[in-house]
Structure formats: C-alpha cells, structure tokens
C-alpha cells in the first residue's frame, strides 16, 4: 500500500486503501462508503436479493445454524444492517427478555433506523439494541458479548485488521467469531458466469430497479477486492484467533469465517 505524498513538507503523508477499484485515502473511505449505504438504505433487502439472487437469505439461515444460538447468550452483531442476523437469532434463542440480547451496530445511522424498526414492527425491541459505532472502534467493554456477526459488512470497513482486532476484544474467553461476506467461487464454470453478472447485470439491475448504478458498481467492485478464503483465515489467525476455518456456500461466491477466542 502506498501512501499518498504531499507537496507540503509539514504534512505527514496518508495511507492509501481501496474503494472498490478506486485507491483513496484511509481518511476518505468512511465517508465514501457511507454516502453508498445512504443511498441504498431504503432498499438494501432489496439490493441483496439482486447480488445473491435472494440466495442471502439462505445463507443467513445457515449461518445462525451454525452459530445454534441459544437463551443467555449476549450478541453482537456489526454492520447489522436490517437486522436480519441479529433478529434471526433473537426468534431461534427464545426471545425472552432478560435471557438472550443481542447489539446492532452499524456504521451509518440509516441503516441503523432501518433494522430498529423492523424489531419495532416484530414486537422484537425487548431484546435488542441499536448502536452507531465504528467495527474498528467498537463502544462496547472488553469480553462482553458471546457471539459476534458481521455480514456482508468487513469488506466495507477500512482497516479489516483493526476490525478483527476489535471484535477479538469485545469476545468473552470461549466467545466465537462468526464473518459471513461474499468470497471467491471455487468452481471454474460459475466463477465465469458469475463475473458476467456481476458486472455486465447488476449494475443495469441497480441503476433500474434500485435508481443507483453505481453503488452497485462498487459493491461489486468492493467483492472483488476483498481476501479470498484463505487470505481472510490468514488475518484471523493473525488477530489471534482460534481454530479459524471457513465454510464456502454457493460454490464460493459466499463463505462463512469462524473462529475462538481461547
């Protein structure tokens, strides 16, 4: 990664990262990604059906089949989003207040209203709570939660070390790490026709149905530049990490990470 010079010899230079295919400031990524989810904020369920072709709803299922959640156990959900994780595991915990909690917290405030009102119109807000915050500077206490998510959300986040980093911190000893994101397909026919729609379809998709053809555009860009399995296992391993291994669905087009803090 290089970092971007500066004319001004009092001025220290940035790091770089990437924004979709685009190399931008660190400072500048935040930002840039959020004016993306305040755009598609209304109609993220929506935007997830197009990408996954509505198959993100079967992953999310297997993901909380993994997790097996159960009363008395505290979640944390990051980037939650709609809510869909985190209510999910709510309704298969039980629900009762008092026995299982789960956290949402997202980034942007859009889509954290979004998530809040959908636990609001499921009689689910006993259970829940919602949180603005940062993955990479989490506002929860050390070994406070049980379980900690993150969907479709890592590849988003400017420094996915710091955010590992964090998630590790917030984890109980025996507390696991479970990252579902969209990953590189493992099968040499569909990874052709997957790229095909990625980027000749879903673009036109989104600038049709969803009025924004380039979000859709970085978000696939973002897939692309994000680790593949074994590089995302790599920087589990080296945020201290237990037991990391990692479950493809759907060829690989997406992967489910886990991991113990011991």
């Not at 790091?15 to 931008?24: A, K, L, M, P």
């Not at 089949?65 to 595991?89: E, K, N, S, Y």
Request: proline share 5%; with cysteine.
């Amino acid at each position: 990664m290089l970092p971007v010079m500066s004319d001004d010899p009092g001025q220290m230079p940035q790091s770089t990262t990437h924004f979709g295919f685009r190399e931008v400031s660190e400072t500048d990524k935040a930002g840039l990604v959020r004016q993306v989810f305040d755009s598609v904020a209304g109609r993220y369920d929506l935007m997830n059906d197009l990408m996954s072709a509505g198959v993100h709803r079967l992953w999310k299922s297997t993901l909380l089949d993994m997790i097996d959640p159960a009363p008395g156990q505290r979640l944390l959900d990051v980037a939650g989003g709609t809510g869909d994780i985190a209510l999910g595991f709510l309704e298969r915990a039980g629900g009762v207040a008092g026995q299982v909690h789960v956290a949402i917290c997202d980034v942007n405030p859009a889509m954290a209203a979004i998530g809040r009102d959908r636990a609001l119109d499921r009689g689910m807000t006993d259970g829940a709570t919602f949180v603005v915050g940062d993955a990479e500077r989490l506002p929860f206490a050390d070994s406070s939660v049980d379980v900690y998510t993150i969907g479709f959300g890592l590849r988003n986040v400017t420094r996915p070390a710091a955010a590992l980093t964090e998630a590790r911190r917030v984890l109980r000893p025996g507390g696991r790490f479970f990252c579902l994101e969209f990953s590189r397909v493992v099968l040499p026919v569909l990874d052709r026709i997957y790229d095909l729609y990625s980027f000749a379809v879903l673009p036109r998709l989104g600038e049709l149905v969803a009025g924004d053809r380039a979000a859709y555009e970085y978000l696939v860009q973002s897939i692309r530049r994000f680790p593949a399995q074994e590089d995302l296992a790599g920087l589990m391993a080296a945020a201290n990490f237990d037991l990391v291994r990692w479950r493809n669905l759907s060829g690989g087009i997406a992967a489910i990470h886990s991991g113990w803090r011991i």
